[in-house]
């Protein structure tokens, strides 16, 4: 059996050191509610002494209720020349209403000569008195030991004097800091041998790593194979410079492919979904590439991977997708074979047979040629697939659209959109405003449509993306625009591809209200990327992540 290992979430701290990385105190509380659900042992929620957005935080955190998580503060140990009981930041601590407080101290030489300047002696002092006042104040305590392998590089007998300073004060655990992340795995996983075999059983110990090698995921497992029984790491590895070890791959490596059971099946499945959202609420784009939880994490593109996945999914996944909440995608385009296009069409409820399948493989290689990618276009495909099915029904008939971009004297841009299209038999013809061209055609069109299909009012755009693809051709380059839509269940992608940036656009929001119009929401609609979009509620149309002025 292998050993309990503990998960200390810092996503609420030091995660928010990450470059642009900011939420308020209420989007905190949400994150805490989701890393407690997903199983997290402990969430550090901050410094409580640091700023009245923290102050908020950790009296919002003493009212909610928790069913697994315990919530952790942050410090430091007390201030040169301050005894601890004066020390107002440890007084903070002390007086917060989380039972456990992590405080960090120096261990490396260079450090208390550059930064803090104190001898050494005076720095086990700093470090046992802090953990003694904050025990006697009712508090449990665990040190972290910041540069701790820097400093066991430099002098490793000064960097043990440290820990079992921590330890003979009372901490109940031990971590050590990878604080510069400069360690490689077998560096890490020799010295956190050597601790626990130097501590001899007398304290537990952790492992905290940051990823400036891209080694923060190897280095936590390295140092749990060798002793480590706590894990601290960032949900999707956010955090100060090239960021934390990733606490999702993490768990995912601990769970799936070491035999530690750090979570329970039911909460494993909520390793994506979760991961998603503490992005979302960053205001982050998940990254589609992201180990375990990445929507590419199980793509197949190439036909003969299909092929393989197909006959047994073991060929080319290392694990089943749905065993961390994630899903299976299988990729159009020019390399894909027939077995991609009959998954997407059984996706969709539709029967294709191998002629129309046929067909729509060479239409998806010609547009592909031409520069669309279906890829992040599932609605687009998904239209095209529908045209061959025999199951498509054009929302409108367009006659015309143009557009009117206008700069008066005083700089003041208008823009102006004015369509014609027949629906049912009936002309329509609208005109509007709006802040770019592609916002006016979008709010034209809908004036239109909305009197016919009042529903459809309710889509909104949630993003916009715009990509020349031949820069070389300058303003006479074609344009990529792949617009991503939301009626508050689904999120879907379409696509436009054309010299011309507006027209790109509207083929783009075309398909967008035809998706919605005839798609049906998919068997598969049920999974956690369904879940994460229902939970995030619709974008307000300000969301739209670009000017459509272009």
């Known amino acids: 059996m292998n050993p309990t290992i503990q998960l200390y979430d810092a996503t609420l701290r030091d995660g928010m050191q990450g470059e642009g990385m900011s939420l308020t105190a209420e989007e ?6 989701h890393l407690d659900a997903l199983g997290i042992d402990i969430i550090e929620a901050g410094f409580p002494s640091s700023n009245p957005k923290e102050l908020e935080l950790f009296k919002r955190l003493e009212q909610e209720t928790f069913q697994h998580a ?3 503060a942050f410090g430091m140990t007390s201030r040169r020349g301050i ?14 209403f989380a039972p456990l407080v992590t405080i960090v101290g120096k261990t490396w030489d260079l450090h208390l000569e550059k930064v803090v300047k104190v001898d050494r002696e005076e720095n086990l002092v700093m470090i046992s008195e802090s953990i003694e006042f904050l025990i006697r104040e009712g508090k449990r305590v665990i040190y972290d030991a910041e540069h701790f392998f820097d400093a066991y590089r430099s002098d ?14 009372g901490a109940e655990r031990i971590v050590l800091c990878d604080t510069n992340g400069s360690s490689l795995p077998h560096q890490i996983g020799s010295a956190v041998k050597e601790v626990v075999a130097g501590l001899g059983g007398r304290v537990a110990t952790g492992i905290h790593c940051h990823n400036d090698l891209e080694c923060g995921v190897a280095n936590s497992l390295a140092a749990v194979l060798n002793g480590a029984t706590q894990v601290q790491g960032t949900m999707n590895g956010i955090g100060e410079r090239t960021g934390n070890a990733n606490l999702v791959s993490i768990i995912g490596n601990l769970q799936t492919k070491l035999g530690y059971a750090v979570l329970t099946d039911e909460q494993l499945v909520r390793l994506t979904p979760t991961a998603h959202v503490i992005d979302e609420l960053l205001n982050v784009a998940p990254d589609p590439n992201q180990p375990f939880v990445g929507r590419n994490a199980f793509a197949h593109k190439g036909g003969l991977h299909v092929a393989g996945i197909r006959a047994d999914a073991s060929t080319f996944e290392h694990m089943e997708p749905e065993l961390v909440g994630n899903e299976r995608a299988l990729l159009v385009s020019e390399l894909a074979g027939r077995h991609t296009i009959i998954e997407k069409a059984a996706g969709a409820g539709l029967d294709i047979d191998d002629a129309a399948c046929a067909r729509v493989m060479d239409h998806v290689k010609r547009l592909e040629h031409d520069g669309f990618q279906f890829e992040a276009a599932d609605a687009s495909l998904e239209l095209l697939l529908r045209k061959e099915a025999g199951e498509y029904e054009p929302l409108f008939t367009l006659h015309s659209w143009r557009t009117i971009v206008e700069q008066d004297a005083s700089g003041r841009v208008s823009c102006e959109a004015t369509i014609k299209i027949d629906i049912g038999g009936d002309r329509y013809v609208r005109t509007a405003e709006g802040n770019g061209p592609v916002n006016a055609l979008d709010a034209a069109l809908r004036s239109a449509i909305g009197e016919v299909h009042p529903h459809l009012t309710d889509v909104e755009l949630v993003n916009y993306k715009v990509r020349i693809l031949d820069e070389h051709h ?11 839509s939301s009626d508050g269940e689904r999120t879907w992608g379409t696509i436009g591809v054309a010299p011309n940036i507006i027209a790109a656009s509207w083929q783009a929001l075309v398909d967008s209200l035809e998706y919605a119009e005839q798609a049906k929401p998919s068997p598969r609609g049920s999974g956690p990327r369904r879940e994460l979009a229902q939970g995030l509620a619709p974008a307000a149309s300000g969301d739209i992540t670009a000017t459509v002025e272009t």
Do not use: F
Request: hydrophobic share 45%; with cysteine; net charge neutral.
């Open 156 to 169: 490793a007998s000064y960097a043990m004097r440290c820990l079992r300073a921590a330890a003979s004060a």
């Open 28 to 33: 905190k509380v949400r994150v805490a509610h």
């Open 474 to 484: 300058g303003t006479t380059a074609t344009t990529r625009v792949l617009i991503d």
């Open 83 to 96: 005894p601890s009981h004066e020390d107002e930041s440890l007084h903070i601590l002390a007086d917060c």
């Open 70 to 72: 315990q919530i952790a």
